[in-house]
């Protein structure tokens, strides 16, 4: 009696500690988006599925001479990729976008360690940082680099723009020195954010896989200059662009597939590049032709992806 009772309790425990066990895996699971991460948890479900679906519009304004407008591309581009961004940041998968929405602002930052309220981050918070960390929790408001008053200089002519992102690249985000013509192409692209707009615009796979080609032809452009540094930080930004693509449609098969592919054959490239560039842009050039292909089959399939709001609230926790 007594023995099946010590049974019994034995059990229990072992029923109670899996439960435990799957409730505590069930928490640490990611979320199913990776910006999730920074988004402030207390923010309302609905306001989570509005940032998720939207963002605020991007003021650029897209000048007439080609060369410029090249130079901004792949600013652009980097803008968005974790590995222009070194150590914690890169490894989160933050960029400059995930601070600076589109270019804007983002009240709803929240990154543990670095954020005090929503939309502020400690730049030179030693997370980030083994350069700039000083070891106070410092944190500010993420200034909408529209909008707000600009205290660094814009103006092209001067170098405190170029100045202030290396130093931003380097010290506070411990990321490895930039080729030049990324620094560059950063600070063409702030310098080019600003003008009159407003409202929000949709997030969609188009939007995204624009992005993604956007970046690969700025990696042409490079490997044409005989830039394969920078070409090949432009093939990461694609790849990002990729991953992104790839977790709003996770389990929609044949898109799953495709990106894979993509991927594979730009990891692939960046290596040709090294050796090849000549060969490496013709590579990049018979990848945009089958990345078409991949964009028209991720906008037909668009409502069975994370990017349908009806699906992304399907799967949001409550
Ligand atoms: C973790 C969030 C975060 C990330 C990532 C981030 N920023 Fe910022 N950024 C800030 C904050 C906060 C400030 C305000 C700093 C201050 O007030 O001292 C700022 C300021 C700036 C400014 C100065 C605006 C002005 O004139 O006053 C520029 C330009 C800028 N960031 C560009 C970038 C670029 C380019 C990147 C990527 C290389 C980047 N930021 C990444 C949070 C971030």
């Known amino acids: 009696m007594d023995q099946r009772r010590t049974l019994t309790a034995r059990v229990v425990t072992l029923v ?39 963002e605020p ?34 490894r989160a998968g933050i960029s400059c976008a995930s601070c600076h929405r589109a270019g804007r602002g983002n009240p709803h930052f929240v990154f543990p360690g670095v954020s005090g309220a929503p939309g502020t981050a400690d730049v030179t918070s030693s997370l980030f940082s083994s350069k700039r960390g000083d070891g106070l929790f410092n944190p500010r408001p993420i200034p ?20 202030f992102i290396h130093g931003q ?31 929000d615009a949709a997030r969609t796979a188009t939007r995204e896989a624009a992005d993604a080609k956007a970046a690969v032809l700025a990696a042409q452009q490079l490997l044409a ?6 070409a090949h930080m432009l093939m990461a930004a694609a790849r990002s662009a990729l991953g992104r693509l790839d977790e709003r449609y996770v389990g ?46 991720m906008v037909a399939a668009q409502d069975r992806s994370l990017y349908s709001a009806a699906m992304l609230s399907a799967i949001l926790p409550r």
């Open 144 to 163: 909408d680099l529209v909008t707000a008053p600009a205290t660094v200089d814009r103006n092209p002519a001067k170098p405190d723009l170029r100045r």
């Open 16 to 54: 109670s500690a899996l439960a435990a066990g799957i409730a505590a895996a069930a928490s640490l699971a990611p979320p199913p988006l990776r910006e999730m991460r920074w988004i402030d948890p207390g923010l309302p479900r609905a306001e989570v599925l509005r940032a998720l679906t939207t």
């Open 252 to 297: 929609v098969s044949g898109i799953d597939r495709r990106l894979a592919k993509r991927d594979a054959e730009l990891r692939q490239t960046q290596l040709l590049a090294i050796t090849d560039p000549a060969a490496a842009s013709a590579a990049l050039g018979r990848w945009t032709r089958r990345f078409d292909k991949d964009s028209e089959a």
């Open 225 to 230: 200059a005989a830039d394969q540094p920078a």
């Open 169 to 199: 690249i380097v010290e506070e985000f411990d990321g490895l020195e930039p080729p030049a013509a990324v620094l560059d192409g950063i600070a063409a692209y702030v310098a080019a954010i600003g003008g009159r707009c407003g409202g």
């Open 57 to 90: 519009a991007e003021c650029l304004v897209v000048p007439v001479d080609v060369a410029h407008r090249e130079k901004i591309a792949i600013g652009r581009a980097v803008f968005r990729s974790p590995l222009l961004l070194g150590g914690q940041a890169a």
